[in-house]
């Protein structure tokens, strides 16, 4: 994992998380979303919901020679007042190529410890992984996520098949803990 940098995305990546979303999207078992259903629409509204209550980081490479977008991690905060101590829909993509080379944990650390450090109104992060894609679920524990329980069947898989959705939260409070 040499050169890899983390920032903030901006609206101007919208073409590089595009791409990166695509490629993620192309192998099914990860993402919610199918290749197809990932377009330009959906990225930019991201980004622009970003802009106003979210925080988007990027993962680059610049071992080519050029900056290449190879991971991203996004969560934002609905706009209610309840919820304005959540961010929500957490989700987390790495390049197929980069996978299992330390560029997600990188990418989460760096988001966790701005939300500990610098989101102090952020007391929850959420996010949902379908059941079967265990190594994202021990990822996201050894992160100091918790599983809050089983949507049983609320995912559809290509093949036809139903499986649990797993919710898992972090919470501040389990800072002192
Ligand atoms: C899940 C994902 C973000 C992890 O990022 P990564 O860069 O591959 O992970 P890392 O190399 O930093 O490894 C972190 C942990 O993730 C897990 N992991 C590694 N490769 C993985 C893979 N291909 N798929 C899922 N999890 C993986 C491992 O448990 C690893 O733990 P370890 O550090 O104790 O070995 C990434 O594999 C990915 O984008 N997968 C497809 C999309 C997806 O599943 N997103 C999550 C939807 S809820």
Redesign the pocket.
């Known amino acids: 994992m040499s050169a890899v940098q983390i920032r903030e995305a901006t609206i101007e990546d919208a073409n590089a998380v595009f791409n990166l979303y695509r490629a993620?999207a192309k192998?099914p078992?990860?993402?919610?979303r199918l290749e197809a259903e990932i377009s330009h629409d959906y990225i930019a509204k991201i980004l622009q919901h970003l802009a106003l209550s979210g925080l988007m980081l990027l993962a680059t490479n610049n071992s080519s020679g050029e900056q290449r977008v190879v991971?991203c991690i996004h969560a934002y905060t609905p706009a209610l007042y309840c919820f304005s101590h959540v961010l929500s829909e957490l989700?987390?993509?790495?390049h197929p190529e980069?996978?299992?080379?330390?560029?997600?944990?990188?990418l989460f650390s760096g988001f966790m410890q701005k939300v500990a450090t610098g989101l102090l109104h952020i007391d929850r992060v959420e996010?949902?992984?379908?059941q079967s894609?265990r190594?994202?679920i021990?990822?996201y524990t050894?992160m100091g996520f918790v599983q809050e329980g089983e949507m049983r069947g609320r995912i559809k898989n290509i093949d036809g098949s139903l499986e649990s959705d797993i919710p898992m939260a972090w919470t501040r409070s389990s800072l002192t803990k």
Do not use: C, P
């Open positions: 993620v192998i078992g990860g993402l919610a991971g989700t987390i993509a790495v980069q996978q299992g080379t330390g560029v997600g944990r990188l996010l949902i992984s379908r894609n190594k994202a021990e990822f050894s």
